[in-house]
């Protein structure tokens, strides 16, 4: 069967597209810093930059055409494995926060993320060769709940967390993809379905040099996953002499991307006055792992 890779290669990077919030920010310090009962808002722009790997699970049919009917249909199925290289994500949130008490804000954000990176697969597991196409993913909804505590103060120094958790559910995606040669062509029709899951935490001490001034790092991991579920119709024709049908086939499968690492953040924040908060920081980790976001808060 000759389009086994192109459909894969077509089913992934497609159905990608349809939901490109893969991990986002902003981040922030690691305390809290409302009042209880306050409430603020803020909007914040983030980047990151990592790998990912995943593997796909496929069942399908075909069947030859045999004049005037298509035969019995045949079964196939398997699981292959395939990653995103460099896989570079941007987003943009705003987001409604309150003091629910002293040491303890919560916040829910809402906006949109983007993504660009390049897929490798391999044709066959034994295969050495890897092959690269690169992808932009466009945006989409993002949205994340989130809470950032206090443990403990000590003078200008404090002891603190940041906890966040999100999800990205865009509608379904489908295309058409096409290939000629000699004597065919092949044409095939999918549609695709996917689901995001990111959680981020980390702990980490802040330092306050100067009433205007804080400097904060933290320590911490992160995991993202992502579910695909496709189905895809496909036909080839024999072009050697007169078209006619030749064979067609249907298949469904779903893949599973995962991205785990341990984090770093270093970063600071600027208060101006008590009405507004701006904040810029960065973050390193594993599999080439790195993002960096700026957000500014007003409270009210």
Not at 91 to 102: F, N, P, T
């Amino acid at each position: 069967m000759q389009k086994r890779i192109p459909l894969f290669v077509v089913v992934i990077m497609a159905s990608l597209c349809a939901s490109p919030a893969l991990a986002f920010g902003p981040y922030g310090a690691p305390m809290s810093l409302l009042e209880h009962g306050q409430w603020a808002w803020d909007i914040g722009y983030s980047q990151e930059e990592f790998d990912m790997v995943g593997c796909y699970g496929y069942y399908g049919t075909y069947s030859y055409y045999e004049d005037p009917n298509w035969g019995e249909p045949s079964s196939y199925g398997s699981e292959e494995c395939f990653r995103i290289i460099d896989l570079e994500v941007d987003a943009a949130l705003a987001s409604i926060e309150y003091g629910l008490c002293d040491n303890w804000d919560i916040y829910f954000r809402l906006g949109m993320a983007k993504a660009q990176g390049d897929i490798a697969w391999r044709y066959w597991e034994e295969n050495p060769y890897w092959f690269k196409e690169s992808a932009d993913f466009d945006w989409g909804l993002a949205w994340q709940v989130g809470s950032n505590f206090t443990i403990c103060q000590q003078g200008p120094w404090t002891w603190g967390g940041r906890m966040q958790f999100g999800m990205a559910d865009p509608d379904s995606d489908s295309w058409t993809y096409r290939e000629e040669g000699e004597d065919y062509y092949w044409t095939e029709t999918c549609s695709a379905d996917i689901e995001m899951y990111e959680a981020l935490a980390y702990i980490g001490p802040t330092y306050q040099p100067s009433d205007t001034w804080l400097l904060y790092s933290g320590i911490g991991w992160q995991c993202v996953r992502v579910t695909m579920d496709y189905d895809c119709y496909g036909i080839e024709y024999d072009t050697e002499g007169e078209t006619v049908p030749y064979e067609r086939w249907y298949e469904s499968g779903t893949g599973k991307l995962k991205h785990y690492s341990a984090i770093a953040l270093f970063g600071g924040a600027w208060m101006p006055n008590d009405r507004a908060r701006v904040s810029a920081d960065v973050l390193v980790g594993e599999a080439g792992k790195f993002g960096w976001s700026i957000a500014g808060q007003f409270p009210f």
